[in-house]
């Protein structure tokens, strides 16, 4: 079905035409949270907390653990946060 889907580049949702793109290339890295390669090919040596952003894995994120919510303060989120609303198609 994917590769029907890459292939056609459009299909067509009730009276719409859709415009279908291939996202298999969005791989973010689990230890430097970084986009673009996979753990295995990180280069960072410490691993980052995808909760707080600390120098641990999220397992052992104290914040993580007492339920508290995630750090939204990280610039490089609301980097990606404001991108991704500007490019979201409102209707």
């Known amino acids: 079905m994917w590769r029907a889907l ?5 299909i ?3 009276i719409q035409r859709v415009w279908v793109e291939d996202q298999s290339q969005l791989v973010q890295c689990t230890m430097c949270l970084g986009f673009g390669h ?3 090919f990180c280069k960072q040596e410490s691993e980052l907390c995808s909760h707080c952003g600390g120098p641990h894995l999220r397992q052992k994120c104290p ?3 007492e339920g508290k919510s995630p750090n939204t303060d990280c610039p490089v989120r609301k980097g990606w946060e404001r991108a991704a609303r500007q490019s979201y198609a409102y209707c």
């Open 12 to 14: 067509h949702v009730d």
């Open 63 to 65: 914040a993580y653990n």
């Open 6 to 10: 890459t292939t056609a580049e459009k």
């Open 38 to 40: 996979s753990r295995k």
